[in-house]
Nanobody, 115 residues
Framework: QAQLVESGGGLVQPGGSLRLSCAASGIIFSIYTMGWYRQAPGKQRELVAAITSRGSTNYADSVKGRFTISRDNAKDTVYLQMNSLKPEDTAVYYC?????????WGQGTQVTVSS
């Protein structure tokens, strides 16, 4: 059973940066597609970025050019580097591990962008 633990959230001013981390255990991390999702109050959870086992990435249009997803298979960890943060990026960010028939989630980490 996958366990995903996010860290790195917090309060940041507009234009600032944060790096989220998600440490995985209980799975063969390297063969999973890993993703970051977010959910703002009153809104549906949405995909922010994902990275496949081969390193292919995709991003939501709203974060392209500002966010970068990466993975370190030696550390069983996926990262989300977030630059040029905007107030509309405020949300709970969730880590996701996915394979055929398996879909695991972390507990989430709060990111608040405010002056």
């Amino acid at each position: 059973q996958a366990q995903l633990v996010e860290s790195g959230g917090g309060l940041v001013q507009p234009g600032g940066s944060l790096r989220l981390s998600c440490a995985a255990s209980g799975i063969i991390f390297s063969i999973y597609t890993m993703g970051w999702y977010r959910q703002a109050p009153g809104k549906q959870r949405e995909l922010v970025a994902a990275i496949t086992s081969r390193g292919s990435t995709n991003y939501a249009d709203s974060v392209k050019g500002r966010f970068t997803i990466s993975r370190d298979n030696a550390k069983d960890t996926v990262y989300l580097q977030m630059n040029s943060l905007k107030p509309e990026d405020t949300a709970v960010y969730y880590c996701n591990a996915r394979r055929v028939g398996i879909d695991s989630w972390g507990q989430g980490t709060q990111v608040t962008v405010s002056s």
